[in-house]
């Protein structure tokens, strides 16, 4: 009987799957901070930001390199306040780091006249100085972006698995797991390999996996 093999389609997984978003930024900038965190979890992205993430007794360094090290985005707030931010710095220096590693993707959002410092002055940034929703679309534009990269990918078969799974549809039907007619409620006929005999075919694709077959022209 000639069959067909279905993949599904890939989900994109939501945003949190990228984790905590790190935003640095100067002190002096925590309204737009506020604001933008607040848009960013109404998307339902997570953030995280030291306003919320630390309590009296924190050891702050160590606290932000650990924050820094599982981050797959940084945003970095760059404005005229910047510059004098020794913890903006610090935390620039450990984002480029793991960025240049291929380990995060590091955002500046620029706002008023601050001066992109050197570190990131290479990279596309977000532009807030004419209006925020301009901002906004483009940095929503960048992390939807690195979601699609979480998302799985069909994988493709060669023709030499396609004729190894001919084989398994007809050992499937010389040991009577899968009948020769088509159930006629339903197009989908669902195998697991579970129910199989050892062989070579149920360690080749596991024990409990599924197969989806369903009948061509028939």
Known sequence: MPFSIVIPK????????LGEIFISHASQDKRFVRRLTKQ?????????????KLTPGHPLAT???EAIGKAQVVIVVISKHSKQSNWLKYELNLATERMVKNHC??????LGEGEVPPEIK???YADFRTTFKQGWDNLLRALEEEVAKLAPRPKMFSQEIERLLRVVYDTLLSVSVLSSQPDSRSQWDCIEFKDLPPNKFGKMFGLGTRLYL???GL
């Open 63 to 65: 606290k932000l390199s």
């Open 105 to 110: 993707r590091v955002i500046p959002i620029v």
């Open 214 to 216: 369903t009948s061509c």
């Open 40 to 52: 960013l979890e109404e998307k339902d992205y997570s953030t995280w930001v030291d306003e919320h």
């Open 122 to 124: 290479g990279i596309v």
């Open 10 to 17: 890939p989900v994109v997984d939501p945003p949190r799957q």
